[in-house]
């Protein structure tokens, strides 16, 4: 009853005496974990900043750090869902190493054979093969969890292992090079860019669709009488949605092609060389666009689709999900299945961007892409995490190591600090946690 | 009277049993539309778990399901839930870190035209229903966790009845509950029986249900006892058949009546 009592009394009343800043979260309804992570990330940055004597915040580097950041972040979208079913997979970096190699060998060495040399579908076909290989180890992953009853550890354990081995056995070891140029352009690089004027048309787009679908949700909820936000807040997040795109965009577009780079270019294209020296915008890596396009696919499918609610509901209550009458099992193959078709592109992201296929490819992988998650929000215990937060975490994991290489920080000392890192974040995030209950 | 109409669910000659034990030895019980029958016995009698069976959680190793007088296959939740059969369960089982409209749907999603959830509509169709079942309940955007008993309890309810159920298995279902709810849930209880609806009763506390139900059905050590009319026996011998295992004179004995 005392519940009745103060919801009776009204939110009108409550948010008055709340302070403004409280108020203010409440009437956007930004996550405030989701900030705090922003915030620390920036912190990061700054820091670095300032300590590399103006290093890092630059168009160059951040422009890097996006496109260093795509593999990872692809993968962890899926250990989100992995981890919110209280699963793990630790097989990701091996499924990378295999899938990469795979789609190496076939546009390398098969596909030359087959369909001739420098064929405009060579790089269609090797990543179709790459996909699927990553799909088959996933499904067969999650089949042996779901329908063998062997914990997600061991399976994936055992997976990293054994697909780690199998990349060797393609090859006998030998490193696979060059690739396709067309494939190349997933890595990145002064060609894997998409340009300035495309890159503005891709942030237009994507502030009208910000635009439309805050209209969307609003015209939804007036419709069935539900609670909305204030108009300002909605105001506020459109504005601040854009602002975000837009000033990515622009530092993208700010980081030129390297001098040799142009110079060449414009020899080619007999542009005649300007005194003050030409200036090629890289505007957004494709790697950087295939990450964000996962993102949004993935977040997609996390809160719009049955599978999605399925999977949430699975790792809130196991025992429940089964009583609703949900496949539990199936929905485990399919998460582990999607897990795998991500490590293929993941793995295409930086075999293009390596311009190799190796044997080491993607190791140590596996522990970046779960404490990517973790750092964004996912909790161990199953049930909780976001898409969004994982991306981040990636992005921080990343923004640390590139910091100190930009610091000169030796690889050993680089690790011991990642590591701390996570733990730290971890226990920070526990603290949140209870203080939110 | 009763005997001469099909019953709603009558189940025969079940048994299963978990590495040797009998959990459930040879039981039989039936249920007729808009009646109301408790399912009484100690905690380990055997009633959670004969009443999983015609839900779909477990499987028996033998005997016969007959909904509607016709042979039933239930296999899993889903099968029961095709022949009406909805469940509240003692541990309530909402999935917590989400809210209420989705626990509603859970399993059985409203979607768009374009396969989408449909969030917004299942949230109208949950406020409607939780309006009429719990008019307090205001808090619709929260993970259920977050929520007091009761209103959990309303959540996995009103789940119940969202589906037009015409059996409804309610294992324990006021054990979390403080009087007033309580009393709700007694209310309810009568209202669903008015639409015609069969309602079993899981208690191992016989003043939760004795005043709810129209038949009472003991239990014991995996084993029915005996099945009574609430109107031709008392409390005290209910509690004898649950203790002791002895039938009085007006119930009918089971398979596991005290032997003489």
């Not at chain 1, 295409?348 to 596996?366: H, K, M, P, V, Y």
């Not at chain 1, 971890?426 to 946690?433: E, G, H, K």
């Not at chain 2, 409804?168 to 007033?180: K, S």
Request: glycine content about 10%; proline content about 4%; charged content about 15%.
């Amino acid at each position: 009853m005392a519940d009745t009592l103060q919801s009776s009394t009204s939110g009108g009343a409550r948010q008055a005496e709340a302070n403004p800043v409280t108020r203010f979260f409440r009437a956007t309804e930004i996550d405030t974990r989701l900030l705090g992570m922003v915030g620390a990330l920036l912190i990061i940055w700054v820091g670095f900043h300032i300590m590399t004597g103006g290093l890092f915040l630059t168009p160059r580097n951040l422009w890097n750090l996006s496109v260093q950041t795509a593999s990872v972040a692809v993968m962890a979208t899926g250990m989100v869902l992995v981890i919110v079913t209280r699963n793990i997979d630790l097989s990701v970096g091996s499924i990378l190493g295999f899938s990469g190699m795979i789609m190496g060998v076939l546009q390398a060495q098969m596909l030359p054979q087959l369909m001739g040399f420098n064929h405009p579908a060579t790089w269609v076909v090797a990543l179709a093969g790459g996909l699927l290989v990553g799909a088959a180890i996933g499904a067969l992953h999650g089949s042996i969890i779901a329908f063998l009853n062997v914990p997600s550890f061991i399976v994936t354990l055992g997976g990293l292992l054994v697909w780690r081995g199998a990349t060797w056995f393609v090859t006998s070891g030998q490193t696979v090079a060059p690739m396709n140029a067309s494939f190349r352009l997933m890595g990145g690089g002064t060609e894997g860019s998409i340009g300035a004027t495309a890159s503005w048309v891709v942030g237009a787009l994507a502030c009208m669709a910000i635009v439309v679908a805050i209209i969307n949700a609003r015209q939804q909820r007036k419709r069935f009488h539900f609670p909305r936000r204030p108009l300002w807040a909605e105001y506020f997040l459109c504005v601040l949605s854009c602002a975000i795109v837009m000033g990515a965009i622009f530092v993208a577009n700010s980081y030129y092609w390297p001098v040799n780079i142009a110079r060449k270019y414009a020899e080619a294209n007999n542009i005649p060389w300007p005194e003050a020296g030409l200036f090629i915008p890289h505007g957004i890596a494709i790697p950087v666009l295939m990450a964000i396009a996962v993102g949004i696919v993935m977040t997609f499918i996390a809160t719009r689709l049955r599978f999605g609610r399925y999977v949430f509901a699975i790792g809130g209550n196991p025992e429940a999900a089964e009583l609703a009458g949900i496949k539990t099992r199936w929905v485990t193959v399919k998460i582990f299945t999607l897990m795998g078709v991500l490590c293929a592109i993941a793995s295409a992201i930086s075999t293009a961007r390596l311009n190799a296929a190796t044997n080491a490819q993607g190791e140590l992988d596996e522990l970046y892409t779960i404490a990517a998650a973790v750092i964004g929000g996912t909790s161990l215990a199953g049930g909780t995490g976001t898409i969004a937060g994982a991306m981040l975490g990636a992005l921080v994991m990343q923004s640390l190591q590139s910091g100190m290489v930009l610091l000169g920080i030796d690889t050993p000392f680089q690790r011991i600090v990642v590591g701390v890192v996570l733990v730290m974040a971890v226990w920070l995030d526990t603290i949140y946690r209870a203080r939110a209950k | 009277m009763t005997e001469h109409r099909t019953p709603l669910v009558e189940m025969r000659n079940i048994s299963i049993s978990f590495g040797g034990i009998h959990a459930v030895d040879n039981a039989s019980i039936d249920l007729y539309p808009g009646e109301v029958v408790a399912l009484l016995g100690h905690n380990g009698a055997g009633k959670s778990t004969l009443i999983k069976i015609l839900s779909g959680a477990y499987k028996r190793d033998s005997g016969d399901i007959l909904i509607n007088g016709e042979a039933a296959e239930i296999r899993n939740p889903r099968d029961a839930k095709k022949y009406g059969i909805e469940t509240i369960y003692q541990t309530l089982a909402v999935a917590d870190n989400v809210d209420a409209a989705a626990n509603l749907y859970l399993g059985r999603e409203l979607q768009t035209r374009w396969g989408t959830l449909d969030d917004v509509a299942m949230e109208a169709k949950a406020r409607e229903v939780m309006g009429r079942l719990n008019p307090n309940f205001k808090r619709f955007k929260e993970p259920v966790k977050a929520l007091s008993g009761g209103q959990r309890q309303s959540v996995a309810i009103a789940r119940a009845i969202l589906f037009d159920a015409r059996i409804l298995i309610m294992d324990e279902p006021t054990a979390a509950l403080g009087p007033q709810e309580t009393a709700q849930v007694g209310e309810l209880i009568k209202q669903l029986k008015k639409e015609g609806i069969g309602i079993f009763l899981i208690s191992h506390d016989i003043h939760d249900v004795f005043d709810l139900a129209d038949r009472v059905s003991v239990m014991k050590n995996g084993q029915v006892v005996g099945h009574a009319r609430t109107e031709d026996v008392t409390k005290d011998e209910v509690l004898g058949m649950i203790i002791l295992g002895k039938v009085p004179s007006k119930a009918i004995p089971g398979p596991g009546a005290m032997k003489i």
